[in-house]
T-cell receptor
């Protein structure tokens, strides 16, 4: 069955430090991959997506993600975290014909001053 | 932000009562979705619609029904609310995939927080 795993429930980083959030997926066909961010009490905002082509994708707010087919991973990175990046981050796999989208359980990011 | 509104934003109800949540979009997107968000589960799809009067079940559809009589509105109904349906409900919209087997970005509304006592 299709699934998305975010191994880290909660990550704490210092402001200015680099960040990597992990995402692994299990899906037989070519995946359509997304990262969303959710601030407290808000809906989900798209950070970036991978459909095909260059495996390193750039998103908003200085985020990037790299698709690695051999590792079934789509990890999210940011070179220098800002306090405003504190939020919950969700990785998702878009399934065939958009009939379903599977989300990971989320990773909550805390940023220390 | 995509033009998606959800109403009500907050609701408290009692077990056994019917509840209807509304999602309204101004983007004219053909596909609409209802998700629930619970700690440790991320978002799970309840129902989706791929056009007016065309709906189908998602991963966690038991206890829910939907209706879509207009492109812009997608209603989620809990026929008889239970405590297990206490959750945050999100509506999303998207365009159809550009190619068979593809996927398109979903845009999310602000959510409805539902408490069933």
């Amino acid at each position: 069955a299709q699934s998305v795993t975010q191994p880290d429930i909660h990550i704490t980083v210092s402001e200015g430090a680099s960040l990597e959030l992990r995402c692994n997926y299990s899906y037989g066909a070519t995946p359509y991959l997304f990262w969303y961010v959710q601030s407290p009490g808000q809906g989900l905002q798209l950070l970036l997506k991978y459909f095909s082509g260059d495996t390193l994708v750039q998103g908003i707010k200085g985020f990037e993600a790299e698709f690695k087919r051999s590792q079934s991973s789509f990890n999210l990175r940011k070179p220098s975290v800002h306090w405003s990046d504190a939020a919950e981050y969700f990785c998702a796999v878009g399934l065939y014909n958009n009939n379903d989208m599977r989300f990971g359980a989320g990773t909550r990011l805390t940023v220390k001053p | 932000d995509a033009g998606i509104t959800q109403s009500p934003r907050h609701k408290v109800t009692e077990t056994g009562t019917p509840v209807t949540l509304r999602c309204h979009q101004t983007e004219n997107h053909r596909y609409m979705y209802w998700y629930r968000q619970d700690p440790g589960h991320g978002l799970r799809l309840i129902h989706y619609s791929y056009g007016v009067k065309d709906t189908d079940k998602g991963e966690v559809s038991d206890g829910y029904s939907v209706s879509r009589s207009k492109t812009e509105d997608f209603l989620l109904t809990l026929e008889s609310a239970t405590s297990s349906q206490t959750s945050v409900y999100f509506c999303a919209i998207s365009e159809p995939p550009l190619m068979t087997g593809g996927s398109e970005t979903q845009y999310f509304g602000p959510g409805t927080r539902l408490l069933v006592l």
